[in-house]
């Protein structure tokens, strides 16, 4: 039998996905009211309405079934209760560019990421060279804009 795989996840990230789980599943009734309303103007082979109702319609229930199953595969993880010295999922990494200038970023989850707030997910190519990695370890990451080297100046859970 096939494991499932979890979705590690802080806190914020699955809460953000309920709260999008349940403005889809209250916008499902005004959908349905949208289909009965263009379906009453008549021939539906022309009704530009009803077609786009049906098509939002689509759209949202495999959103919802993509949420769903993210959510019920969600494992939540706290930073604050882990601690270490390597860099795991929920650290937050301090590391020194080519330059000596420091850049800082938490891992998280692929649908918490968020370059430019300092959130990178531990599927990117930085997250990947960094896991598992020391304070003071030299890496190497190829990026679309180059080859790049970092060294992790510190490694902290908060």
């Known amino acids: 039998m096939a494991s499932i795989e979890k979705l590690p996840m802080l806190a914020e990230g699955y809460e953000r996905l309920t709260a999008e789980l349940k403005a ?7 959908i349905v009211d949208a289909i009965e309303e263009a379906r009453a103007h008549g021939d539906l082979s022309e ?24 959510v019920s595969r969600a494992q939540i993880i706290d930073p604050t209760t882990l601690s270490g010295d390597k860099v795991i999922f929920g650290a937050t990494v301090t590391l ?39 304070v003071d ?7 679309p804009s180059g080859d790049k080297f970092y060294l992790v100046q510190s490694i902290e859970f908060i």
Request: proline fraction near 5%.
């Open 24 to 30: 889809l599943r209250e916008e499902r009734p005004r």
């Open 47 to 70: 009704n530009a309405e009803y077609h786009a109702a049906k098509e939002r319609q689509g759209q949202v229930e495999a959103t919802i079934g993509d949420l769903e199953d993210k």
């Open 96 to 134: 020194l560019d080519d330059d000596d200038k420091p850049v800082r970023y938490q891992i998280v989850g692929p649908y918490e990421a968020d370059a430019k707030a300092g959130r990178i997910s531990y599927n990117s190519p930085l997250g990947k060279a960094l896991i598992g990695r020391k």
């Open 137 to 143: 370890d030299e890496i190497e990451v190829t990026v």
